[in-house]
């Protein structure tokens, strides 16, 4: 069942959203907890479409699955990193190649020679978004490198963490 998000959770949610530029975005929205029986709150963002609908007793999903909330820590999915994408400035990322692109849609690392641009500010460590030539999102890497050496060629400069291709992955895991 569907239910607003306490203060607290709002809290948690809300700083998470500042800290990748979209807490602007998000201001307006509707954001509901579905709570399971695993004790894992999953969050939604909801389309004001659904919103008078969202609440009735017999509701098993709507809107767009942006995150979890487990223990007072928000774990964003993937589709809160395309929201993030789409509507945010204020985010580490980089472009690739259609190679770097072919790797990533099949969880594989990202090699130095195969980066196009990334932004500056990007330290080793950082977290980064993965874009294509489009500026569409691909994927979430760990950089193992800062902006001036992420370029390195014949060295894997960015770790997978998280892509698009996930979805195909577990599809045939499935079957």
């Given at each position: 069942?569907?239910?607003?998000?306490?203060?607290?959770?709002?809290?948690?949610?809300?700083?998470?959203?500042?800290?990748?530029?979209?807490?602007?975005?998000?201001?307006?929205?509707?954001?509901?907890?579905?709570?399971?029986?695993?004790?894992?709150?999953?969050?939604?963002?909801?389309?004001?479409?659904?919103?008078?609908?969202?609440?009735?007793?017999?509701?098993?999903?709507g809107g767009l699955p942006i995150g979890n909330l487990h223990k007072k820590k928000f774990l964003p999915s993937i589709t809160f990193f395309d929201v993030v994408s789409r509507y945010s400035k204020n985010f580490l990322y980089v472009i690739v190649n259609s190679n770097g692109e072919k790797l990533i849609l099949y969880g594989r690392d990202i090699f130095g020679n195969s980066i196009e641009y990334a932004s500056p500010g990007i330290e080793e460590n950082s977290i980064i978004l993965i874009l294509n030539k489009s500026k569409e999102f691909l994927g979430v890497?760990?950089?193992?490198?800062?902006?001036?050496?992420?370029?390195?060629?014949?060295?894997?400069?960015?770790?997978?963490?998280?892509?698009?291709?996930?979805?195909?992955?577990?599809?045939?895991?499935?079957?």
């Open positions: 069942m569907f239910r607003i998000l306490t203060r607290q959770e709002k809290t948690i949610i809300l700083r998470e959203f500042n800290k990748w530029g979209i807490f602007n975005y998000l201001q307006d929205k509707l954001l509901t907890v579905k709570e399971c029986e695993n004790s894992i709150k999953y969050l939604y963002l909801i389309p004001s479409v659904l919103e008078n609908f969202i609440f009735y007793p017999g509701t098993y999903c890497g760990r950089s193992r490198y800062s902006t001036t050496k992420i370029k390195e060629n014949g060295k894997v400069t960015i770790n997978t963490l998280l892509d698009l291709g996930t979805y195909l992955r577990l599809e045939n895991d499935r079957m």
